[in-house]
């Protein structure tokens, strides 16, 4: 893959620091169910703060919501195109069962897609710093 690292999608992708790209953003990966969602309070790389205020990753909430539903309706699409006559009782243990299973890297990626929605890429030791 070509280096676009600098482009959002390269730190959403790969849950890594908005700022730099290089430090991770979680202390874990989205399954390790024990630190599900938890980030570091700083990048381990550049040492900027994923914190801007407290409660600032309560807004991430709203994106988690939105990315489920988006989910769901997708998994649905998914389960009518192979499955055509599932059933609706198929049909919702389906969708709720793939939504169950995806909803650690959804929350995950909600918190990662939030912080660069307010962050930028700075490179490690770049300027505007905020
Ligand atoms: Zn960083």
Same mark, same amino acid.
């Given at each position: #893959? !070509?280096?676009?690292? =600098?482009?959002?999608?390269? /730190? ?6 908005? +700022?730099?790209? @290089?430090? $991770? +953003? ?5 399954? $390790?169910? *024990?630190?599900?969602? @938890?980030?570091? *309070? ?9 914190? *801007? @205020? ?6 991430? #909430?709203?994106? %988690? ?6 989910? %769901?309706?997708?998994?649905? =699409? ?6 055509? $006559? ?5 049909? +919702?243990?389906?969708?709720? =069962?793939?939504?169950?299973?995806? !909803? ?5 990626? /909600? *918190?990662?897609?939030?912080?660069? #929605? ?13």
């Amino acid at each position: #893959m !070509a280096n676009w690292k =600098g482009n959002k999608l390269y /730190s959403i992708w790969h849950l890594t620091c908005p +700022f730099c790209h @290089e430090g $991770d +953003f979680f202390i874990s990966g989205p399954y $390790d169910l *024990k630190h599900v969602g @938890e980030l570091h *309070k700083n990048c381990p790389v550049c040492h900027r703060k994923y914190e *801007k @205020e407290p409660g600032f990753y309560w807004g991430a #909430m709203f994106v %988690s919501y939105a990315l489920s539903i988006a989910f %769901s309706l997708l998994a649905y =699409g998914i389960t009518w195109w192979i499955w055509p $006559d599932l059933g609706i009782r198929g049909y +919702f243990i389906a969708v709720v =069962g793939a939504t169950i299973l995806v !909803a650690p890297y959804l929350y995950a990626l /909600s *918190k990662i897609l939030w912080a660069n #929605m307010f962050f930028s890429y700075h490179g490690v030791n770049g300027s505007g710093v905020n």
